[in-house]
């Protein structure tokens, strides 16, 4: 689970975690990775410890985790630093890191898709409905949309809502109206 702004003791405690050199005995694992793509270079590096389990009042912390990404750009040339932290329930015998950095990855590739297809091309965020049950049942209905814009093998949710506008009769069989 990422650690956010809401939880500002947890964060701080993470925080200091890991900006303090490991002394004998206590755990530090790293592991990294490295992409290309887009005009940059993306370098992650997932920091992990033990150290932090019995010391945070968080029911079933396992694990400390401290996310660095580094985007180089050599076009500008620029590099941004972003550090993120969290909290794992698995003991480390239980998932690699390597393994917890592709989920944490794999996490917002899901995010981002999802969400800007829900907000940006189904217009959820430019929605004035918001009160009663509305709010929800909208969401639900575009939710539905897109698993049968899916389902019908269109790969781009724009190019099927361009397609299903030019041909209404097509839209009304999908959903069962002749």
Known sequence: MVVD???????????LLFALPPGPGQDLRTVQQVSKGHGRVETRILSASVDLKGYVDWPGVEQA??????????AIPHTTVEVEYGVLSLPP????????LARWRGHWSIENKLHWSR??????DASRVRSGTAPQTLAALRNTVIALVKRLGHSSLSAA???FALNLHEALTVVGIS
């Open 119 to 124: 907000d940006v091309i189904m217009g959820e």
């Open 93 to 100: 015998d239980q998932i690699a890191l390597s393994t917890v």
């Open 5 to 15: 702004d809401n939880q500002p003791t947890l964060k701080a405690d993470l925080a």
């Open 161 to 163: 809502r361009r397609h």
């Open 65 to 74: 985790l401290r996310l660095e990404r580094r985007v180089y750009v050599p």
